[in-house]
């Protein structure tokens, strides 16, 4: 039955360890019930823009950070596809910009993606952090089911290493 319940698989990657634990885990995932992969790193530019009206940035420096930020996303993606191929897992990859909850939902929506993997949700403390956590809002807006993966779990990183 595993077989056929995921046929394509999405990571959203953010650049924490925690992401890239749930990497790991959609990898072995992908590849024990041969479902398609997908990663995908949204380049927050709302924040950016947030930061620039609230004058915490110039635009000069928000030119400099999203270069920056892009740079990082790239790396990202790069290490989730050397993951992938070291596991044998075809992976598809994309770098979006814009607000990531959003973008990660038009992606679902644009690939039949029928399991989204997401990093550790992080302990909200105020509402504040309720109302602006990516993760959050993913986990509840998605179309689709979520498994969220605890990066507290050094399990993975071992199953990972053993498969």
Same mark, same amino acid.
């Given at each position: 039955?595993?077989?056929?319940?995921?046929?394509?698989?999405? +990571?959203?990657?953010?650049?924490?360890?925690?992401?890239?634990?749930?990497?790991?885990?959609?990898?072995?995932?992908?590849?024990?019930?041969?479902?398609?992969?997908?990663?995908?790193?949204?380049?927050?530019?709302?924040?950016?823009?947030?930061?620039?009206?609230?004058?915490?940035?110039?635009?000069?420096?928000?030119?400099?950070?999203?270069?920056?930020?892009?740079?990082?996303?790239?790396?990202?993606?790069?290490?989730?596809?050397?993951?992938?191929?070291?596991?044998?897992?075809?992976?598809?990859?994309?770098?979006?910009?814009?607000?990531?909850?959003?973008?990660?939902?038009?992606?679902?929506?644009?690939?039949?993606?029928?399991?989204?993997?997401?990093?550790?949700?992080?302990?909200?403390?105020?509402?504040?952090?309720?109302?602006?956590?990516?993760?959050?809002?993913?986990?509840?807006?998605?179309?689709?089911?979520?498994?969220? +993966?605890?990066?507290?779990?050094?399990?993975?990183?071992?199953?990972?290493?053993?498969?």
């Amino acid at each position: 039955m595993i077989n056929t319940l995921y046929r394509n698989i999405l +990571v959203y990657l953010d650049g924490s360890e925690g992401s890239m634990t749930a990497a790991m885990y959609a990898i072995l995932l992908a590849s024990a019930s041969k479902a398609s992969l997908h990663a995908v790193y949204v380049v927050n530019t709302k924040a950016l823009g947030d930061l620039v009206r609230s004058r915490i940035f110039v635009d000069q420096e928000k030119a400099e950070f999203l270069s920056d930020l892009k740079k990082d996303a790239g790396r990202h993606i790069r290490h989730t596809e050397r993951l992938a191929a070291s596991k044998d897992v075809a992976i598809t990859t994309a770098s979006l910009e814009g607000s990531p909850h959003k973008e990660i939902v038009s992606y679902i929506k644009e690939n039949d993606i029928d399991l989204l993997v997401l990093g550790s949700v992080n302990a909200i403390r105020s509402r504040r952090d309720e109302l602006t956590s990516e993760n959050d809002r993913m986990l509840r807006t998605s179309p689709c089911p979520v498994l969220v +993966v605890r990066d507290s779990d050094d399990s993975i990183w071992q199953q990972f290493e053993e498969v």
